[in-house]
């Protein structure tokens, strides 16, 4: 399956796009600087192997 990353993860619609892509075994990299975004929309997802969480700034990259 395909490695992804989301920017903005923890926002409604990229929390939304994280668990679509992980329920069909692809592999998800969130990263927010959780700004707008909140940790309670990716925490169920921390325990699983195919998810990491980044707190950071794009423009940071």
């Keep these: 399956m395909s490695?992804?990353?989301?920017?903005?993860?923890?926002?409604?619609?990229?929390?939304n796009l994280i668990d679509y892509f992980l329920e069909r075994g692809h592999k998800v990299v969130c990263l927010d600087d959780l700004s707008t975004g909140?940790?309670?929309?990716?925490?169920?997802?921390?325990?699983?192997?195919n998810f990491r969480f980044i707190k950071g700034d794009i423009r940071d990259l």
């Design 3 to 15: 490695n992804l990353l989301i920017t903005g993860g923890a926002g409604f619609i990229g929390s």
């Design 38 to 49: 909140y940790e309670k929309n990716i925490e169920h997802n921390f325990n699983n192997p």
